[in-house]
Structures are given as C-alpha cells and as structure tokens.
T-cell receptor, first 113, second 110 residues
Framework: ETGVTQTPRHLVMGMTNKKSLKCEQHLGHNAMYWYKQSAKKPLELMFVYSLEERVENNSVPSRFSPECPNSSHLFLHLHTLQPEDSALYLC????????????FGPGTRLTVL | RKEVEQDPGPFNVPEGATVAFNCTYSNSASQSFFWYRQDCRKEPKLLMSVYSSGNEDGRFTAQLNRASQYISLLIRDSKLSDSATYLCVVTSGGSYIPTFGRGTSLIVHP
C-alpha cells in the first residue's frame, strides 16, 4: 500500500547533524500528523497539521521542527538531537473536520549516536 | 490516571481460543473509539471502529461501555496471524486529536 510514504526508512545521525524526515500522502487528506514511538511507550503525538496550519504541538522540544508546505507533504527537521530521541517516527494522515481512520506511513527508524 | 489505559500483556493463547482485551479511558467527553493493530516493526493499521451499539466484523467484536468508560475487543477462534499489538485509540468531543493506549500484546501459539 502506498497511501502514505516516508523517507528515509532508516536514519543514523550524530548529535550535531541536521537531517529531515519526509512524509507524503496520496489520499487527498487534509490533516497530517507526526508521532514518536519509543519502546514500551504509547504513541506520542508530536505535531498535527490541518489544511497546512499547525493546530497541535504537544510541547515538543525545539530541536524538532515541522514543516507542511502543502496538504500532501510533511517534513520533520531534526537538529542537535539527543540519544533519547532515537525512536520510530511515524507520519499519518486523515480526513479533516471529523475524526476518521488514520493512515500511517511505514515510519523512519531513527538512531542518534 | 492515564488518559487511555491498556493491559500491556502479553496475552498468550492457543489457536482457536477466545480472548478479550479492555481499554479504559478517563475523559467522559470522549466520542470516537477505535482499535488499531500493529505488527512487529510495522505501522499501526485500523482494525475496527467502536460504535455505541457495538459492532462485529467476522471473528472480531468491539463493545463500548460509556457508563464504565471502557471499550473491549473480543477475538474468537484465534489464528496465529492474530499475533500483534492491539492499540486502543480515543478522541474527545470536538477534536480529531487521538490519544493512543500503549497497546496490548497478543501471542497466539500452535
């Protein structure tokens, strides 16, 4: 299924690096989400964009910076991360207005050295 | 109290068994409820929505109990392929921001 794609699938970076995660959805949805999934913890919502406007930011550190240039694309820019930021980063999309099924991308497995 | 709570398990059951999971939620204004399934090292995928009247899809039955603020998932005639983590998801009224539980791990063995 290629409804939501994410690149890269795996990323290893040092603490001083700058990198970006990319998400693209081909479903015509208006809302896009970034989640962090760490071992043995619930999915943590990081950012939500609706119609390209950020509507939710769950007190995420500023070393994570999202960008939503249009309703089909979502980026997560990473800068000076910490080892505890190593996790699976999942992108999702859904129809806006009312809550419908969220479609997830395969995720980016991030390791910070 | 956590917003959405699930027993992490694992629930270890033989093929053919019936198994049930519960998920409790703290916000009485919650309006939408879902069960997602997540296979190892894969993304979550919607298993089924949970309606007030309950709903059934093949071997899977979901129920909502608003009075006690929990939802349940019943799996009958378990298959090996049912082995996965089952995530409970709740959204509050007027919002489409979901809250995920930490998931319940199910292992079905031969």
């Amino acid at each position: 299924e290629t409804g939501v794609t994410q690149t890269p699938r795996h990323l290893v970076m040092g603490m001083t690096n700058k990198k970006s995660l990319k998400c693209e959805q081909h479903l015509g949805h208006n809302a896009m989400y970034w989640y962090k999934q760490s071992a043995k913890k619930p999915l943590e919502l990081m950012f939500v964009y609706s119609l390209e406007e950020r509507v939710e930011n769950n007190s995420v550190p500023s070393r994570f910076s999202p960008e939503c240039p249009n309703s089909s694309h979502l980026f997560l820019h990473l800068h000076t991360l910490q080892p505890e930021d190593s996790a699976l980063y999942l992108c999702a999309s859904s129809q806006e207005a009312t809550y419908n099924e969220q479609f997830f991308g395969p995720g980016t497995r991030l390791t910070v050295l | 109290r956590k917003e959405v709570e699930q027993d992490p398990g694992p629930f270890n059951v033989p093929e053919g068994a019936t198994v049930a999971f519960n998920c409790t939620y703290s916000n009485s204004a919650s309006q939408s409820f879902f069960w997602y399934r997540q296979d190892c090292r894969k993304e979550p995928k919607l298993l089924m929505s949970v309606y007030s009247s309950g709903n059934e899809d093949g071997r899977f039955t979901a129920q909502l109990n608003r009075a006690s603020q929990y939802i349940s998932l019943l799996i009958r005639d378990s298959k090996l392929s049912d082995s996965a983590t089952y995530l409970c998801v709740v959204t509050s009224g007027g919002s489409y921001i979901p809250t995920f539980g930490r998931g319940t791990s199910l292992i079905v063995h031969p």
